[in-house]
């Protein structure tokens, strides 16, 4: 690690959703996981997240991933680094559309 805040969460975050990056990539989690990550293979959009609080965020050429397993939602940006998102009664939109809604505890 380079001890910059910003790659270091980024690589912590790759490690943890190395299955669903490489999924969503349609290659080997070994593969995704040695190689750089190009986002711009993938579809990416304006990602809102707007959290139970009442918190909002939008990221531009960005992508995301919701899993159940980890009741979590993970937005990745081509320029911004990598987030992680609680998925307790969370909405998902890509480019003003309803991806993800989730109501009480089901996760998908």
Not at 38 to 52: A, H, K, Q, S, T
Request: aromatic share 10%.
């Amino acid at each position: 690690m380079n001890n910059f805040a910003v790659p270091e969460i980024a690589a912590f975050v790759k490690s943890q959703w190395i299955d669903d990056i490489a999924a969503l990539m349609g290659r080997s989690a070994e593969i995704v996981y040695n190689d750089e990550i190009n986002l711009f293979d993938l579809d990416l959009g304006l990602i809102r997240v707007e959290l139970m609080d009442g918190s909002i965020v939008e990221f531009r050429s960005s992508c995301a991933i919701v899993s159940g397993e980890k009741r979590a939602i993970a937005v990745l940006t081509e320029h911004c680094g990598y987030h992680v998102f609680p998925i307790h009664e969370a909405k998902v939109y890509k480019d003003g559309v309803l991806i993800y809604g989730q109501v009480g505890n089901c996760y998908p």
